[in-house]
C-alpha cells in the first residue's frame, strides 16, 4: 500500500502538493462510495443507488455529518464500518495515512511527500514533518481511546457492554473529528440534561477543532502563555469567544421556545445552549431539535458554521485564524494605523489580504450554493441558507432539506461538502505560488479608485 502510494505521487509528480491532496481525497470518496453502493453495506441487504452513496462517502470524508439515511438504520455492521473508516482517513488527512503506512514498513519519507504534509497542515516550513505526524497519531489515538472509554462507560447504564463499547467507538472518532455522524434516531437529542455526556462530546469536539498545530504547541512547550506562538495565542482567543458569546445568545433567543429550551431549568437551558454552540462551528451533533431553532437562532448559527474550526484540524469553515485576521485588518483600517497588529505582534499584510480573500471565495461558494438550492429545491431561505453554509463548514446540522434533496441539489451539496473541506486549506497555497510565479519587474501604471 505504501508502495502504491508513492507510485501515485511519482505519477503525479508534476502536480502542486494541494492538487495532490484534492486527488487523494477524491480517490478515498470514490473508494467509499463504491463499498457503500454494495448489498453488504445496506441493513437490508438491497444496495443504495449510487448518487446517495457517493453523498454519505463525501459527507464522511469531509467530515460533515449530513446523512440521507439514518446511519444505524440503513447500514451493516460493514457499511458503518466504512463510515467510521472514511471519517477517520478524511479527519486526519490522507497524507497522515500514507505516512504512517510507509513508516510502517520502514521506508523513507521523501521530499515531495513532506511538501505535501506541509501543505495539509498548513505549516511555514519543512522541518519536524515527520515529528508533527507522529504527534497526530499520538493524539488521535490518545484522545479518541480516552473519548471511547468515557462514552462506553455511560452507554453501558443504557446497553449491553458490547454494543456500549461500539457505540463508545464510533461517537468518539465521530465527535474528535467533528464528523457528527451518530447512531441514533434524533442525534443527541435524547441526552440534552446528561451533564456527563454533554461534557465528554464538547472535550473531543473542542479538541477536534483546535488543530494539531495548536495541540502540538501547548504538548510540547512549557514556557507558560506567554511564548505561545502568534498563532495559537489567536486560535485559543477566538476559539473562546465564539464559543462564549454565542452560548448567552443561543440561551436567550431559544429561552422560552417550546420546541427547544423552553421546557428545561436554567442550568439545563445553559448547557444546552453551551452545547448547541459548540457543536455548531463544525462537529453536527445536537441536543436540542435544529429545526426547532427561530430564525435569528439560525442565522447565529450560520455564522458560527461560516467561521468553522482552526487550520490543520478535523473542523472546515473560513477558519479561526483567518476571521481573527480578518478583524484585525478591519480595526488597523479603522484606526488609520499603519501596520496590522495582533497581541504585540506585526501581521503581514499578505496575510491579511489572503485571509480575506479566503472569506470572501467562500462567501461566493455559499452564495452559489443557496441559489442553486433555491432554484433546485425551492423551499425558503432560511433553510437553504443553513444547508449550503452547513455543507461549506462541513457541520452536518440540517433543518430537514437533506433528506428531501433532489439528485441536482444532492450534486450540489456534495460539491460544496468537497469544495468546503479542501477550498481553503489549497487556496492559501494557490495564491502564493500565483504571486510568486507572475512577479513581474516591471508593474503596470498605478491608478487610484474609489471605494465604499
Known amino acids: 500500500m505504501a508502495n502504491y502510494q508513492s507510485q501515485v505521487i511519482k505519477k503525479f509528480k508534476g502536480l502542486g502538493p494541494a492538487q495532490v491532496l484534492v486527488l487523494g481525497f477524491a480517490g478515498t470518496i470514490l473508494v467509499g462510495s463504491i463499498l457503500l453502493a454494495l448489498p453488504v453495506s445496506s441493513a437490508n441487504g438491497e444496495p443504495i443507488p449510487y448518487l446517495d452513496a457517493l453523498f454519505t462517502a463525501t459527507s464522511a470524508v469531509c467530515v460533515t455529518g449530513l446523512v440521507l439515511y439514518n446511519t444505524a438504520d440503513q447500514f451493516s455492521a460493514f457499511g458503518q464500518g466504512v463510515i467510521l473508516a472514511l471519517i477517520q482517513i478524511g479527519g486526519l488527512g490522507i497524507m497522515t495515512m500514507s505516512v504512517l503506512l510507509s513508516l510502517l514498513v520502514g521506508k523513507r519519507i521523501t521530499l515531495k511527500e513532506r511538501l505535501i504534509i506541509q501543505q495539509a497542515y498548513g505549516q511555514f516550513g519543512l522541518s519536524g514533518m515527520v515529528k508533527l505526524i507522529h504527534?497526530?497519531?499520538?493524539?488521535?489515538?490518545?484522545?479518541?481511546?480516552?473519548?471511547?472509554l468515557l462514552l462506553s462507560i455511560r452507554f453501558s447504564m443504557d446497553y449491553e457492554w458490547k454494543e456500549a463499547i461500539y457505540l463508545g467507538v464510533f461517537h468518539s472518532i465521530s465527535a474528535f473529528n467533528n464528523a457528527g455522524f451518530d447512531l441514533f434516531a434524533n442525534s443527541l437529542e435524547a441526552f440534552t440534561t446528561d451533564v456527563y455526556l454533554n461534557i465528554v462530546f464538547m472535550t473531543l469536539i473542542i479538541l477536534g477543532?483546535?488543530?494539531?498545530?495548536?495541540?502540538?504547541?501547548?504538548?510540547?512547550?512549557?514556557?507558560?502563555?506567554r511564548g505561545l506562538s502568534l498563532h495559537t495565542k489567536l486560535v485559543l482567543w477566538v476559539s473562546a469567544a465564539l464559543i462564549l458569546l454565542p452560548t448567552f445568545v443561543i440561551m436567550?433567543?431559544?429561552?422560552?421556545?417550546?420546541?427547544?429550551?423552553?421546557?428545561?431549568?436554567?442550568?439545563?437551558?445553559?448547557?444546552?445552549?453551551?452545547?448547541?454552540s459548540v457543536t455548531s462551528r463544525t462537529a453536527g451533533f445536537n441536543t436540542i431539535p435544529t429545526d426547532g431553532l427561530r430564525p435569528f437562532t439560525l442565522l447565529t448559527i450560520v455564522f458560527l458554521m461560516f467561521i468553522g474550526g482552526s487550520p490543520a484540524s478535523t473542523a472546515g469553515g473560513i477558519k479561526t485564524t483567518t476571521f481573527g485576521a480578518m478583524i484585525a485588518s478591519i480595526w488597523t483600517t479603522i484606526t488609520g494605523k499603519q501596520d496590522i497588529e495582533v497581541f504585540n505582534r506585526r501581521l503581514p499584510r499578505e496575510i491579511a489580504d489572503r485571509a480575506i480573500a479566503i472569506a470572501m471565495m467562500a462567501f461566493l461558494l455559499v452564495s452559489f450554493t443557496t441559489f442553486g438550492l433555491l432554484a433546485t429545491e425551492g423551499k425558503e431561505l432560511m433553510p437553504t441558507l443553513f444547508e449550503a453554509t452547513s455543507a461549506f463548514g462541513t457541520v452536518g446540522l440540517s433543518t430537514g432539506l437533506t433528506e428531501d434533496l433532489s439528485s441536482a441539489g444532492k450534486m450540489l451539496i456534495i460539491f460544496t461538502m468537497f469544495a468546503g473541506r479542501l477550498g481553503p486549506l489549497t487556496l492559501a497555497t494557490a495564491l502564493a505560488q500565483k504571486q510568486k510565479q507572475f512577479q513581474k519587474k516591471i508593474h503596470l501604471p498605478e491608478e487610484r479608485l474609489l471605494v465604499g
Open 135 to 148: 504527534l497526530v497519531l499520538k493524539v488521535t489515538l490518545i484522545v479518541e481511546f480516552i473519548g471511547a
Open 209 to 225: 477543532g483546535f488543530g494539531f498545530t495548536v495541540v502540538a504547541e501547548l504538548y510540547s512547550r512549557r514556557l507558560g502563555y
Open 252 to 276: 436567550i433567543s431559544e429561552y422560552t421556545n417550546p420546541q427547544t429550551l423552553g421546557n428545561l431549568s436554567v442550568g439545563e437551558k445553559f448547557m444546552a445552549a453551551l452545547f448547541q
